[in-house]
């Protein structure tokens, strides 16, 4: 008996204390190799989830297909995957969405870092969802450390309406949320509407009584755009032009069967034009 209360490796506590290194390293595993797919899913830009992601589909969904191949390469990672609870297995869907998130986070802390406090620009844009909700983006613009200037996006908030007034407190908030002043801005990027654009009421005018210097540049691509519509109405042929185009775009881009016949007609009239330069080669 003595013995058995020397030998304190033995104790029912020195046990738990094992069992819970044990359990907190198998935990650790299967995290990490959750945050291994996640990231590379979101770094390519792929949907997490499928449509039918129980064990007897065969295709369950990038994420659960991934993490099984990457479990499948590593013993370790398969051997707590296989082992683990059924209420601790870390790739449920909410699991995901944490994941997800921690990592969009921990972009926005590095693009702020990266920011360093400087001034920046603005370029803003709003549009309805599926759901018919309206959402307005946010992306920043500036000059970092090693003198690259770098767009960023920053985040994505559903607006109540799209007032200049509502899209500037969701600005002024979201720069808040991030511990960015908003007298910091030294631009701002808008299209053409008259919410983002007006000269009394417009979103450029309210952040510029605020800062009067974000100064306003018109979106280069709207620029273009109305540039060309402009040019369309006043000349004919280029209105004809574009007619063509958009009938051509709407046929071919409507049927697989049309892509072939173009796509084979190309290849033809390729195969012509070569035979006609090894022709005049060969002539020479």
Known sequence: MMLDLDNQAQ??????????????NEYRVRLNASIDVARYLLKEGLPFRGHDESETFT?????LDLLKWYADRKEDVKKVLENAPQNDIMFCPNVQKDIVNCCAKETLKAVVEDLNGDYFGILVDESKDVFHKEQMILVLRYVNKEGRLIERFLSVVHVKDTSARSLKD????????????????RG???????????????LKILIMKDTPSAYSVHCFAHQLQLTLV???????????????????????GGFFKHREMLRDDQIKKLEELLMLVKFIQEAD
């Open 230 to 252: 402009a040019v369309a109405k006043k000349h004919h042929e280029v209105d004809q032009f574009f007619d063509i185009l958009a009938n051509i775009l709407n046929i071919v």
């Open 188 to 202: 701002q990027g808008y299209d053409g509407a008259s919410t983002m654009q007006g000269e009394f009421n417009g």
């Open 11 to 24: 104790y029912i506590l020195a046990s738990f204390d094992k069992q819970s290194e044990k359990t907190k």
């Open 170 to 185: 969701a600005i002024c908030s979201l720069l808040l949320e991030h511990n960015l002043s908003s007298s910091h801005i």
């Open 59 to 63: 295709r369950r969904g990038n994420f």
